[in-house]
């Protein structure tokens, strides 16, 4: 017995690969450790400082890893349970890059909350190593651990705001429904390795390529495929799977309302691409009126109920259903084009929905958010205002930002792949959306300001760089938006070819 033990040879690990994630987590670590072990309590700007040189580092070495990925090729590691290949470094920069405004506009937000701050970028750095893993995960059971990684941290992160009962309602809300749709993937990755005999996505790919189409004696595959897809509808946020969305963005704290609606979602974007074109890259064209359907109700729900609410943050939840519609957009034609179009739209989607949100940390004093208080907001702090302005136009699609061009290519993709029905939809509904966006502008803007015991606005330098981070993010890729575009490009072809 001993003698077969010793002849067991353990996977082999390339530890440069998986860098990114060694050095969120060890940073995360590092902080409760000597949280723990500190005599006194650890000052704010020594967990805000770890987990921006943290975040900074993984960029920097994911940046090193797409070179090299670029010059050899893309490569598996662990028993092929993750991929290192441009896909995966895409998100890698972009989860991190989103970890780090999140740390710096929580800055300040925990200070003016009595919040616990080691506390909190302990779980904003577990949370964007479980985003990371989802989008690097070549295995089922590998992107469930990610995601339970990403979501745990998530949870708690909901509940911190538990002096106020939105964040009680909200932590308890997102936890039942998040669990809910956890059930859906496990179960769907139990089907699936049960008609397959593996969870790894290029042994499922080739089970589905010898079935010729999805309408095959194999319904075990299909609906396992099925419960996936659902799964990650919840966790997107898409219509009719989107009700916890609104609650849990309102009642949470705001920077980690906007972590939820940026990095979140592009993670749990990077595990359904993964699935659909590496464990169905064969079928892909099977699922497309499914996906084609999700993304019409998102859509449409997300246009109807928007411009319906006069609480800001609710606006931004039911605004974010809207845009998961329109990243599925270009994820429905299982084409190159349409999948660079969905992660351009993502990437720059990260940054203006991270900089409106940390607008609404600034205004919510006192935890609410209604629109009258953001009349006259121009005359209080223009360039506040100007900021704000830019996110919401941007997410209108209005021309030179790089929400114009994120949905210029998005539809783009859908015409070339001859879905017109869904892409007039599409711009029907950037016109309905326009409205709601142009309302909080126009109270900015067009409206006294009432100050009547409404407190100074305090923005800390931290916050106010991350607003001119984003406010540049999202002008200067909506004028020049070429170098975004071959990022994302670069990151596709391996993802398609299920690499």
Same mark, same amino acid.
């Given at each position: 017995?001993?003698?077969?033990l /010793?002849?067991?040879d ?5 530890w440069?690969?998986?860098a ?8 995360a670590l590092l902080i409760?450790l000597?949280?723990?072990?500190s005599?006194r309590?650890?000052?704010g700007w020594? /967990?805000?400082?770890?987990t ?8 920097i070495v ?7 990925v ?6 598996s590691?662990v028993?092929?349970?993750?991929g290192?290949?441009?896909? /995966? $470094?895409?998100f890698t920069?972009?989860v991190s890059?989103?970890?780090?405004a ?13 919040m ?9 750095l577990?949370?964007s190593?479980?985003?990371i ?5 070549n295995?089922?059971?590998v992107?469930f =651990?990610?995601?339970?990684?990403l ?8 509940a911190m ?8 309602e909200?932590?308890m809300?997102?936890f039942?429904?998040?669990a %809910?749709s956890?059930?859906?993937l496990l ?5 699936v390795?049960g008609?397959t005999?593996?969870t790894n ?8 390529s010898?079935?010729?189409? $999805?309408i095959?004696?194999?319904?075990? $595959?299909v609906?396992? =495929?099925a419960l996936l897809l659902?799964?990650?509808a919840?966790?997107?946020a898409a219509a ?5 969305a609104?609650d849990?963005?309102?009642g949470?704290?705001?920077p980690?309302s906007g972590?939820m609606?940026?990095?979140?979602k ?5 595990a359904?691409l ?6 169905m890259?064969?079928n ?5 009126i499914?996906?084609?359907?999700l993304s019409?109700?998102s =859509?449409?729900?997300?246009a ?9 943050? #609710? ?5 974010s259903?809207?845009?998961?519609g ?5 994820v429905?034609?299982a084409t190159a084009e349409?999948?660079s /179009? ?5 990437f ?8 409106s ?6 205004l919510?004093?006192?935890g609410?958010?209604?629109?009258e #208080?953001?009349e006259?907001?121009a005359?209080r ?8 302005t830019v996110?919401?136009?941007?997410q209108a699609?209005?021309?030179f ?5 994120a949905k210029?290519?998005?539809i783009?993709s859908?015409?070339a792949d001859?879905?017109?029905? $869904?892409a007039v939809l599409?711009?029907?509904a950037s016109?309905i959306?326009?409205f709601?966006y142009?309302r ?6 067009m #409206?006294?300001?009432d ?12 916050t ?5 981070a984003?406010?540049?993010v ?5 004028v ?6 071959? %990022?994302?490009r670069d990151?596709?072809?391996?993802l398609?070819a299920?690499?």
């Open positions: 017995m001993f003698a077969q /010793s002849t067991f353990a996977p082999s690990v390339d440069f690969a998986l990114p994630q060694i050095i969120l987590v060890g940073a409760m000597i949280t723990a072990l005599a309590p650890v000052p020594f /967990s805000t400082g770890l921006v040189i943290a975040g900074v580092a993984s960029v994911a940046m090193v890893l797409w070179n090299d670029r010059d050899e090729g893309a490569y590691t028993a092929g349970a993750i290192v290949d441009g896909f /995966s $470094l895409f920069v972009l890059l989103g970890l780090i999140t740390a710096l506009v929580g800055d300040s937000y925990l200070r003016r909350e009595h616990a701050a080691p506390e909190f970028h302990a779980l904003l577990s949370a190593t479980g985003a893993v989802m989008a690097s995960a295995d089922l059971v992107m =651990i990610g995601l339970e990684s979501s745990i941290g998530l949870y708690v992160l909901a705001q538990f002096r106020r009962p939105q964040g009680r909200a932590a809300k997102y039942v429904l998040g %809910f956890s059930a859906f179960y769907g990755i139990a089907l390795y008609s005999g593996s996505l290029v042994v499922v790919r080739d089970a589905t010898t079935l010729g189409n $999805l095959s004696p194999n319904e075990l $595959l609906v396992g =495929i659902v799964g990650f919840f966790k997107i009719p799977f989107h009700f916890w609104p849990v963005y309102e949470s704290a705001s980690v972590f609606a940026s990095v979140a592009a993670a749990a974007f990077a359904l993964r699935v659909i074109v590496v464990a890259g064969a892909d064209g099977d699922w497309a499914p996906l084609a359907v019409a109700i =859509i449409i729900v997300g109807v109920m928007a411009i319906s609410q006069n609480d800001v943050k #609710r606006m931004l939840a039911f605004s259903v809207g845009h998961a329109y990243v599925l957009v270009g429905q034609t349409g999948m /179009s969905a992660l351009f739209y993502l720059v989607y990260t940054f203006m929905v991270i900089g949100f940390a607008v609404v940390s600034v919510g004093w006192d609410g958010h209604p629109i #208080r953001y006259g907001l005359k702090r223009a360039w506040l205002a100007g900021a704000f996110f919401l136009l941007a699609g209005v021309p930002t790089a929400g114009f061009v210029f290519l998005v783009k859908a015409v001859e879905v017109y029905w $869904l599409a711009m029907v016109v959306t326009a709601m142009l909080i502008v126009m109270s900015m803007w #409206r006294d300001a100050v009547d015991g409404a407190p100074v606005l305090s923005i800390s330098p931290a106010a760089f991350v607003l001119a984003t406010v540049a999202t002008l200067v890729y909506g020049v938006p070429d170098s975004l575009i071959e %990022f994302a990151a596709v072809p391996v398609v299920g690499g």
